[in-house]
């Protein structure tokens, strides 16, 4: 946990402060109940804080106290949580939006869907392992999802949104699943 934390730490901190909120979550966290809202793996809370922005109150949950660090007093509403996912469980039932962009941990999934409250939203995205373009994403395969991974591992939701889509990620080209599911 040391180690990921200080690798993390070191990333974050050569990067500028938060950016835009992702595309997808402009798009459909609005169609969300405002109320308790999750943000795994929230890095510089570009999104967690748009959250906050809009009504949620929210937890950025990270491994990188240093990222955390950088926003935790951004919003009143804005709650930084400093804990590794490789061992952080959730809290079921609590959440009416949760997202995870830009990462993956399948022993999340099943906490996910049961942290949601009923007619929570899950917004998803991250990188899918290219057939032909192994340079793509991560570069352990272990944080890249196979082809309809994520909508298999999501139907127990009610799928409103799954699409598998080439995007340019730091100028540099990215396959990507992307779902939104609602409990
Ligand atoms: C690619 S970044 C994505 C950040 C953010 N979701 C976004 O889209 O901008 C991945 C994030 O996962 C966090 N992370 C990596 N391993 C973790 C772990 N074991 N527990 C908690 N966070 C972790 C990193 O600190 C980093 O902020």
């Known amino acids: ?10 990333r974050h901190m050569q990067r500028p402060a938060a950016e835009d909120p992702s595309k997808i979550v402009a798009e459909y966290a609005s ?9 795994i793996a929230a890095g510089l809370g570009k999104n967690a804080l748009y959250l906050a922005q809009n009504g949620f109150t929210v937890e950025a949950v ?8 950088r926003y935790a007093h ?12 490789d061992t952080f469980d959730i809290a079921p039932g609590r959440y009416d ?7 993956l941990h399948r022993r999340l999934f099943h906490q996910i869907i049961d942290a949601l409250a009923p007619g929570g939203m899950l917004i998803f995205e991250t990188w899918i392992r290219h057939p032909e373009d192994p340079s793509q994403g991560p570069a352990c395969k272990d944080y890249l999802l196979r082809e309809n991974e994520l909508l298999h591992a999501f139907l127990p939701l009610r799928i409103v949104h799954y699409r598998e889509s080439h995007q340019v990620e730091g100028g540099r080209p990215a396959l990507m699943a992307s779902l939104v599911g609602i409990r």
Request: positive net charge; glycine residues 2%.
């Open 1 to 10: 946990m040391k180690k990921d934390r200080l690798k993390w730490n070191r």
């Open 97 to 103: 939006l949760i997202l995870n962009i830009r990462f």
């Open 62 to 69: 990270d491994i990188s106290d240093a990222a955390l660090a």
């Open 31 to 39: 169609l969300a109940e405002p109320g308790r809202a999750l943000d």
């Open 74 to 85: 951004a919003h009143p509403n804005l709650f930084a949580v400093c804990a590794d996912l």
